[in-house]
């Protein structure tokens, strides 16, 4: 049997130093050339019959290895089962050589779910803020109808750049010492501020044909995360120009545009979408500020794995690759330790709501997943390919992980005290 001593690294992170004794070891080799020399066809021996040292010296390497994998594998099984180690991430793994007649060591070091003490939250309070549609959000969002219709017309009596032009331009980027990123007939309407404003200024009183450069620094907190923080330059050249011709706002447009009978029914179901919305953010910040709440109010310690493996998430999702070049990687250390606090938030809200599953028996059941997967199956196109998905022992481990987690969080919204701010003058998100 192997020994095994275990060093408390920190809370959440343990190094496991395992001895396999020689008998062991021995008895796992010799199974292995055996299995090889019956297995093997060697020129000048007959199939089983090649002696031990031929099998060493042509395979000794490939099965050294498979012993070594098989007895890492039993042995640690064995030892996180003794311990009741309730492991997360992949763990580190530092083996000696193997060799006959002698001990096989290795080290593994890991990290673990932390143990957390669940605080009740009795006494703790948030506020859902009521929204209030206005006149100005429902004008706002017609407008925006409205521009989506417009027709565009070449402008042939002028040839410069005025407010409210839509200016078709090549347009070139370069970030440092990037390569330069090239986009052709690109589209924008002067002074709307769809653009940086230092381009959009620039591009006022240019004439077509003309060329311009702006450099732009963006904010530390812009929503695009590559280029939080960034300056890029900007060189471009303007092509030709148009103008908007807006549909007259009656009820012909809204037959048209607005899904409405009239003018005045387009006006009434865009203030019944946005109250809509608006109640949907509304419950949305609840949600968050009840999560947050429940974070603060627990202590621990996070495993490091954990919140690198949520890093790798969000920098994925906003479509950041493995970089490539110095400057590259010094981007891709920069939003990581942009995207770090919040992924350490999300690791923390997760490993609670798993602990208030535990707790409370909301673990769902094999028929709970089952049941959860035909949901999904049912509003896809090919339901077979969702099934096939979830049959994966990791997606359905996710899944079933993920429905704990929700039942948990609804759990704990009936803990909390959510008092609305019936005089909140909250406009509606548009």
């Known amino acids: 049997m192997s020994a095994t001593t275990v060093e408390d690294v920190s809370a ?3 190094r496991l130093q395992v001895e396999v004794p020689p008998a062991e070891v021995q008895t796992e080799l010799d199974r292995a050339y055996e299995h090889v020399r019956h297995a ?5 021996f007959r199939p089983g019959k090649a002696p031990r040292s031929v ?4 395979y000794g390497q490939q099965v050294r290895r498979e012993v070594m994998e098989r007895l890492i594998e039993s042995s640690f099984h064995r030892a996180v089962e003794e311990h009741a180690f309730a492991i997360v991430g992949s763990p580190e793994i530092d083996a000696d050589d193997l060799e006959q007649g002698a001990p096989f060591r290795y080290t593994v070091t890991f990290d673990v779910r932390p143990a ?33 219709a417009a027709q565009l017309r070449p402008i042939d009596d002028r040839g410069v750049v005025e407010a409210g032009d839509v200016v078709t331009l090549d347009l070139t980027s370069r970030m440092g010492d990037a390569e330069p990123q090239e986009r052709t007939d690109v589209m924008l309407e002067a002074g709307s501020g769809s653009f940086p404003d230092a381009i959009e200024q620039r591009l006022i009183g240019q004439h077509v044909g003309s060329e311009f450069s702006a450099e732009v620094t963006y904010p530390d907190d812009y929503a695009n995360r590559g280029l939080a923080g960034r300056s890029v330059h900007f060189a471009g050249r303007v092509k030709s120009l148009h103008q908007k011709d807006l549909p007259p706002l009656d009820d012909d447009f809204a037959r048209d545009h607005g899904h409405a009978e009239s003018l005045v029914g387009l006006r009434d179901k865009i203030r019944t979408d946005l109250a809509a919305q608006a109640r949907d953010h509304a419950e949305a910040d609840v949600r968050e500020a009840v999560m947050a709440r429940l974070v603060e109010r627990h202590v621990f310690e996070v495993p490091e794995s954990l919140v690198e493996r949520r890093c790798d998430a969000m920098l994925a999702s906003l479509g ?19 995207v770090r606090p919040r992924a350490e938030q ?10 208030v599953a535990v707790r409370e028996g909301f673990e769902p059941g094999e028929e709970d997943v089952a049941r959860e997967v035909a949901a999904l199956a049912e509003h896809e196109r090919e339901p077979e390919r ?21 039942r948990a969080f609804d759990y704990v919204l009936t803990q909390v005290a959510i008092t609305d701010a019936g005089d909140a003058k909250q406009v509606a998100r548009p």
């Open 116 to 148: 957390i003490d669940l605080v009740d939250l009795a006494g703790v309070t948030v506020e859902r803020r009521v929204p209030v549609v206005t006149d100005e959000d429902v004008e706002k969002t017609l407008g925006r109808l409205r521009d989506s």
């Open 346 to 355: 999300d690791v923390r809200a997760d490993l609670v709501l798993d602990a």
């Open 40 to 44: 093997s066809r060697l020129p000048g």
């Open 12 to 14: 959440v992170r343990k």
């Open 55 to 58: 099998l060493e010296s042509r």
């Open 320 to 338: 950041v690759r493995a970089p490539e070049g110095a400057e590259a990687e010094a981007l891709l250390r920069r939003l990581r330790e942009q």
């Open 386 to 406: 969702v099934r096939a998905f979830y049959a994966r022992p990791e997606a359905h481990a996710a899944l079933r992980t993920r429905l704990g987690r929700a």
